[in-house]
């Protein structure tokens, strides 16, 4: 766009003339420039001529804001494909792990994840629930195997934190209505 400015600091005004528009570009309809860019030309005659000087000085500091934003680039390459011929289970963690110690044990139950796992900080060993075994590895991130001897604690363990827990609400299905 191009045009003159006539600036009037007493009444804080600023009075535009002979705008034109010199180009444009329409990203999503590339092929139909020139009909949205006249439609705009024609249009111009009819803006507002006088703007406040407060409103245009406060525009411009926004738009030099938003130019001066940093970018972060997005992480849009392909995501890393693991493949397995066993079966595998992804248990997650939210952020670094925290641990609460089990009332009467040796063992720290891992707060952050929806999965039974606890910390035996004697042994350094980490037992996750597979519901009718035990996991074992002395590394979260692994290897993990099945337990050959778990701890008999650890069954109690898991009959304590499970009551403990909030019992799912059951959904009663609403009675049916019988039309006559």
Known sequence: MEGRTDVDK???LVIFEDSAIQSA????????????LQAVRDNVPEW????????LLADLTITRAETQTESIPLKDGP??????KTLAVLILIDGAPMYRMVEGTRYARTLNT?????YDSAGGTFYLDGGQWWMTAINLNGPWTTAAN??????????????EEE??????????????
């Open 10 to 12: 007493e009444t804080r």
């Open 25 to 36: 570009s329409f990203p999503s309809a590339a092929s139909l420039q020139r009909e949205p």
């Open 48 to 55: 507002p001529r006088v703007v406040s000087l407060d409103r």
């Open 79 to 84: 995501p890393k494909i693991i493949f397995g």
């Open 114 to 118: 929806p999965a039974l796992m606890l």
């Open 150 to 163: 778990p701890p008999d604690e650890l069954a109690g363990i898991k009959q304590i934190l499970t009551k």
């Open 167 to 180: 019992p799912q609400a059951s959904v009663q299905p609403a009675p049916s209505a019988t039309l006559n």
